[in-house]
Nanobody, 118 residues
């Protein structure tokens, strides 16, 4: 299973970006999909999660500004009112079951850089 993220770039504070991530390959099912981010010198942190049923959860730092959504094997992150502290490499992942008999495993995309200038 491969995940391909896109949509990062340079934006001014207050601006918006939309990240996309597509999962491809052979699998039985994809459960939750997440977006993480890692800023320079900091640990990777969970930004948002969306389940198969469409339930969502957000980090406190992005609530009200970011929206995660999903369309089957695609996951999106709409980021509004961006702040310089949102600057990071953003990673998508997927909780994948390769077959009915195998456990759920976590697959990661390659990351896309978001830079917010002040």
């Amino acid at each position: 299973v491969q995940l391909q993220a896109s949509g990062g770039g340079l934006v001014q504070a207050g601006g918006s970006l939309r990240l996309s991530c597509v999962a491809s390959g052979s699998y039985f099912s994809i459960n939750a999909m997440d977006w993480y981010r890692q800023a320079p010198g900091k640990q990777r942190e969970l930004v948002a999660t969306v389940t198969t049923e469409g339930s969502t959860n957000y980090a406190d730092s992005v609530k009200g500004r970011f929206t995660i959504s999903r369309d089957n094997a695609k996951v999106f992150l709409q980021m509004n009112s961006l702040k310089p502290e949102d600057t990071a490499v953003y990673y998508c992942n997927a909780h994948v079951r390769r077959s009915f008999y195998t456990p759920v495993l976590l697959y990661w995309g390659q990351g896309t850089l978001v830079t917010v200038s002040s």
